[in-house]
């Protein structure tokens, strides 16, 4: 059973956001997708998480009664901790 879930902020222009993505799809990982060019909405969400609009944001939920969220900004720049938390989902 896996601890986190996994949320991802993106824009289709963003290099960074595509390896993501490419590396989740390889990886056969969950993903909770939110296009920040076409929902407005989620951009506003993602500047409530992060206090900025930088893509990738990536944000990592605790499943269970205590609902801990762990985000990063960026992909490359993040990777090892990111790997680690991935093995958890």
């Known amino acids: 059973m896996s601890k986190y879930s996994l949320e991802i902020f ?8 595509q390896d ?3 590396y989740l799809e390889e990886n056969k990982l969950t993903y909770k997708a939110n296009d920040v060019e076409k929902d ?11 206090g900025n609009r930088i893509v ?4 990592f939920s605790r499943k269970g009664l205590l609902k801990r969220k762990k985000i ?5 720049i993040n990777r090892e901790e990111i790997e680690e938390l991935i093995k958890k989902l």
């Open 56 to 59: 990738p944001a990536l944000v």
């Open 20 to 22: 993501l993505k490419r």
């Open 72 to 76: 990063f900004i960026g992909f490359s």
């Open 40 to 50: 407005s909405n989620k951009e506003k969400e993602l500047i409530e998480l992060t």
């Open 10 to 17: 993106t824009r289709p222009t963003c290099g960074d956001c």
